[in-house]
């Protein structure tokens, strides 16, 4: 069993930047895929960000590349999502999300998931 808890969410004025933080508990955390998602309100979920076992790979949803960044430190068994050049279309629930296997864009590959954390930008 894997437990997952985000923190980090709150108001931030477009153009700022917030640093999301997914706190893993859980035998497999440090072999295992991790994925950032979000749902804005009225909208499906999407793919945010996702990172390898290793960190030696990441990926990126179209919308956010160049603007956020995904780590994780094997260590803390923590992932992070810094999320710079906000902008008021990053208004959303962000949940990270962990699978076995390969690093997935697919939401419906992964196994456990975090309540959440609202993140809220104002323009």
């Known amino acids: 069993q894997v437990q997952l808890v985000e923190s980090g969410g709150g108001l931030v004025q477009a153009g700022g930047s917030l640093t999301l933080s997914c706190a893993a508990s859980?035998?497999?955390?440090?072999?295992?895929?991790m994925g950032w998602f979000r749902q804005a309100p009225g909208k499906e979920r999407e793919f945010v960000a996702a990172?390898?076992?290793?960190?030696?790979?990441?990926y990126y949803g179209d919308s956010v590349k160049g603007r956020f960044t995904i780590s994780r430190d094997n260590t803390k068994n923590t992932v992070y999502l810094q999320m710079d050049s906000l902008i008021p279309e990053d208004t959303a629930v962000y949940y990270c999300?962990?699978?076995?296997?390969?690093?997935?864009?697919?939401?419906?590959?992964?196994?456990?998931w975090g309540q959440g954390t609202q993140v809220t930008v104002s323009s």
């Open positions: 859980g035998r497999t955390f440090n072999a295992s895929p």
């Open positions: 999300a962990t699978k076995a296997g390969t690093t997935s864009r697919q939401q419906s590959q992964y196994v456990y």
């Open positions: 990172i390898s076992w290793s960190g030696s790979s990441r």
